[in-house]
């Protein structure tokens, strides 16, 4: 009888030592993402002094003051606006073209496809930066310079990859036979399209168009270099920021890094998709 | 009225010469079956009559029109597919009522044939339901209803059983065969299977490296194969060989055994199905090597100078490996090929 159990002992406690092993690890990487967030959060709920006390508190005390500061500072909500308005367009933009270029990708053979996708890919290898001076100078030749859609066209470059290898992925989960099937029963290749392919993409479309957002949402650089007057988001909190006081900072933190989280999220099931790509 | 005529379609892949010179008449109401193995272009011909596939060169004309180069949706086909392609984001009832809604057809007519071909296929209890929630057998029924609701002229089936468990493609082929012949379309169904091809069809076409070498009867092609490569392809066991010489005009020694054949210029192989064989006082002598008990009779693989050669006995035999046996041929099952053109000399 004791024979058993210490051999089942025995035979569990490599096992329990992997579960505790793999309980530490996600613990520890959960707790690498979430703690600055929850500082931030704390921060942003404190009043000023409380901020710049110290030891910390590790309950919000629920001062709002900072983030009503925000709300009513000047060019705040234009520069918001300007934000949704880039952000909105780049993703209008980026799966207008991506997703037929997805498309084109999985269904069709063409000379220089592999060429193609690694191009696509690296596109992302060139650092913004060093684009920054020529692209600067040829939006103020144009006359792109300092407007939302300018702005949009660059962030639209920086979401395309992703449009185009997500859209990519999700047609070429649908089978050929299915397409086929309609034009059999009576569809063209654009009826086919929108009576059994769109509504079996829509909810992946909507994730890479979020995705798209996102990507603009967050983007600074470019926004910076490209906006005078007409800011983002993040722009216009990078500049007023630097030299603004420690509460203030942490609350326009909180303020940026909120709505990238949610919308994150909301279509973290298809980003997975996508990174099932990256690892094939 | 909807024959088909295939002529003169051949199909070119790069390099890859799929499919080369196909004639071939399917008449009216006709089930024809293609048959061969992997990669011998029975699937690219089927799509080409679909439209599926564009033809490098040559004519479909399906009844009095010439179809190669419409839509598949101009054709009045409809097709069954081999991995079923019923639509995952409808239910049953959108599925087999799909190309009906295409067709903009009203409301009741549209009701009236789902429900009508839903019942034909046995699934009327389904048609609420999605593609996920069906099982393979049951997906099958849908594609099919969903062909059937068409009333199509012509219906093309790209291995639609294959991906059925072996009980259930039993139960759908006898399904399948009553449900066409009722439906009074013409039938084109490609298999890799000869004894789906075999129960199914009123003719066969059977298919070698993009060319159709036989186009006969289930019978025929299995008494009279015209070429070696049939002879080798349909029958389970195939067909013997053996190489013979002739002695004098007519005459021929086969491992030592004179009989009686065609007279030829040249050498030509003896071929006997294993089935037309039985053990006798005079005959072929084979030495056992294998003996398979199979239950209704006895596979007996053996040597006959050297060439493998395989017979189907009875099962009440007692046959040893080691033994050596006396097998008399059917004379009149007897067929001669010619080694050279491998094609069957009468």
Known sequence: MTAITAEADATASPRRAGRVLYGASVFLLCAWVLVPLYFLLINTLSSPDAVNSFPKSFVPEFDLGSLSFFANFAGMLSALQNSILVAGLTMVMSIAIGAPAGYALSRFDFWGKELFRFLILLTRAFPLPLLALPLAVMFIRTGLDDTVFGLALVHTTLALPFAVLITFSLFSGIPMELEEAAWTLGCTRLTAFTKVVLPLILPGITASAIFAFVISWNEVFAAAVLTIENRTLTAFLLQNLDTSPLHLKFAGGFILVVPALIFIFAVRKYLFAMWGIANR | ?346
Request: glycine share 8%; net charge negative.
């Open chain 2, 1 to 346: 009225m909807a024959e088909i005529r295939i002529q003169n379609v051949a199909k070119r892949f790069g390099d890859y010469q799929a499919l080369s010179d196909i004639n071939l008449t399917i008449a009216d109401q006709e089930f024809m079956v293609l048959l061969g193995a992997s990669g011998c272009g029975k699937t690219t011909l089927l799509r080409i009559v679909a439209g599926l596939e564009t033809q490098t060169t040559g004519e479909v004309w399906i009844g009095d029109r010439r179809v190669d180069m419409l839509p598949p949706k101009d054709r009045g086909i409809a097709m069954v597919f081999q991995n079923y392609a019923v639509f995952p984001h409808l239910t049953v009832f959108e599925n087999i009522g799909f190309g009906l809604r295409m067709q903009k057809l009203p409301n009741d007519e549209v009701t009236r044939r789902v429900t009508r071909t839903a019942e034909l296929m046995h699934i009327e209890q389904l048609l609420k339901r999605y593609s996920g929630e069906l099982s393979g057998g049951q997906r099958q029924r849908v594609a099919v209803a969903r062909a059937l609701a068409m009333e199509p002229d012509v219906i093309l089936m790209d291995e639609p059983l294959s991906n059925l468990d072996a009980l259930l493609r039993l139960e759908m082929r006898a399904e399948l065969k009553g449900v066409l012949a009722e439906s009074k379309t013409t039938a084109i169904y490609v298999t890799h299977d000869q004894v789906e091809a075999m129960s199914l069809a009123d003719r066969i076409s059977i298919m070698h490296k993009g060319r159709i070498v036989q186009a006969a009867t289930p019978v025929e092609v299995y008494r009279n194969p015209a070429e070696r490569f049939v002879a080798g392809f349909i029958g389970n066991p195939p067909m013997n060989f053996i190489p013979a010489e002739q002695t004098e005009p007519g005459k021929w020694n086969v491992a030592g055994e004179i009989m009686s054949g065609p007279a030829a210029g040249r050498a030509l192989d003896f071929a006997i199905r294993p089935e037309d064989l039985s053990l006798a006082e005079t005959g072929l002598k084979a030495t056992a090597r294998v003996v398979e008990p199979l239950g209704p009779h006895l596979l007996v693989t053996c040597d006959v100078e050297g060439a493998l050669f395989r017979a189907v006995l009875e099962s009440d035999l007692t046959v040893k490996a080691g033994d050596v046996l006396t097998l008399a041929p059917n004379a009149d099952r007897v067929r001669w090929f010619d080694p050279d053109t491998t094609k069957a000399v009468a």
